[in-house]
């Protein structure tokens, strides 16, 4: 499994408690440390699946999942040239922006599965494609699905988008009610802000409206701007992957203690390969915080890979090895770094699994 990394932008403060390990000696814990394991051997009484083996991970009980299914799917849906690929090729592939622009447009459908913090498959389907029709096996598109994501291009005419997407919505809410709709307001970064605003308010508008004319109030649809030149594309598959999370209350109460006992002003606690930040504490977000963690991990990835080596594991026996306390360091299996800001604040990463 790859590694997760808790990055913390915190003021300068620290404080240290001691506590005995197996060997006698004695090594400095934080009280935030000391809180986490409290947290941790609690963690038994937390809802698990039924498996006869202990799960690394947990997607939870998905509304329309089959038995047995532990990957949550993702479907990315939308008019041809809308964008699609192009969000999947830069969130999941780490394609720079700039090389999507000679992406072909999508014949068929391409399934992705990720494999990270929790597994989850990504279809992009092909946008000149009716799936609704009787030719397909809806039941095996839609079936096992997480999150429907539509992806509406704010620079050209979106009307037909919207029709599409409102009968998608309803021919899903009469077999799949408890689907999430996800609307990706996309290609936002070309339009002034006044413009961007109007858009977004009279995409929000219309298909609320079309909705309610078809008897269906309160649909849980849920709308973002979105652009693959910034964070904000990132930021939206955070909120939408996080909502396939059962044990996001757990992981946030964590990091809110976290905050709490270290005084840091925020937490998040990330995938790396797609920089999207699996769980934050309560506290109210903010963009540039996200994006200076962001870029931050970039540079920790791009530094290791030149200079990082493989750190050697316990042997296979789990007998306990009989090293100096240098040779110690190398067992660690966490990696950590921190940097100085300007305004006399740091932050911190920590690798806390692998």
């Not at 009968?167 to 006044?194: A, C």
Request: overall charge negative; aromatic content about 10%; proline content about 6%.
């Amino acid at each position: 499994m790859p590694p997760s990394y808790l990055t913390t932008p915190t003021p300068r403060h620290s404080a240290k408690s001691a506590d005995e390990p197996r060997g006698g000696r004695w090594r400095y814990q934080t009280p935030a440390s000391l809180t986490l394991e409290r947290y941790f051997q609690d963690l038994h009484h937390a809802e698990t699946p039924a498996s006869p083996s202990r799960p690394q991970f947990h997607t939870g009980r998905l509304p329309n999942s089959k038995l047995g299914d532990s990957k949550p799917r993702l479907l990315l849906m939308g008019q041809r040239r809308s964008g699609k690929s192009s969000i999947s090729s830069v969130v999941f592939h780490k394609m720079p922006p700039t090389e999507t622009l000679f992406l072909e447009s999508t014949a068929r459908i391409q399934k992705d599965s990720m494999h990270s913090f929790m597994d989850f498959q990504v279809w992009d389907l092909p946008g000149q494609l009716d799936f609704l029709d009787p030719a397909f096996d809806v039941d095996n598109i839609f079936g096992e699905i997480g999150a429907l994501i539509w992806v509406i291009d704010a620079q050209d005419e979106y009307l037909d988008a919207i029709n599409r997407l409102n009968t998608t919505i309803l021919n899903l809410q009469r077999s799949y009610p408890n689907i999430n709709i996800e609307v990706f307001i996309h290609k936002v970064d070309g339009l002034s802000e006044d413009y961007k605003a109007d858009t977004f308010r009279d995409i929000i508008q219309r298909i609320q409206d079309e909705l309610s004319d078809a008897g269906y109030e309160n649909v849980p649809v849920n709308f973002y701007q979105t652009s693959i030149y910034d964070h904000s594309i990132f930021e939206a598959f955070s909120k939408v992957i996080q909502k396939l999370i059962p044990q996001l209350p757990t992981l946030e109460s964590l990091l809110n203690s976290l905050c709490n006992n270290c005084r840091i002003e925020k937490a998040y606690l990330f995938d790396v390969l797609s920089k999207i930040y699996i769980a934050t504490d309560t506290t109210p977000s903010d963009i540039s915080s996200y994006e200076i963690c962001s870029d931050y991990i970039d540079v920790i990835v791009d530094v290791s890979e030149i200079y990082g080596w493989d750190r050697p594991g316990k042997i296979e026996n789990g007998e306990a090895e009989e090293e100096e306390d240098e040779d110690e360091e190398l067992q660690n299996a966490d990696a950590e770094s921190i940097i100085t800001l300007q305004n006399d604040s740091y932050i911190y990463l920590r690798e806390i699994n692998k």
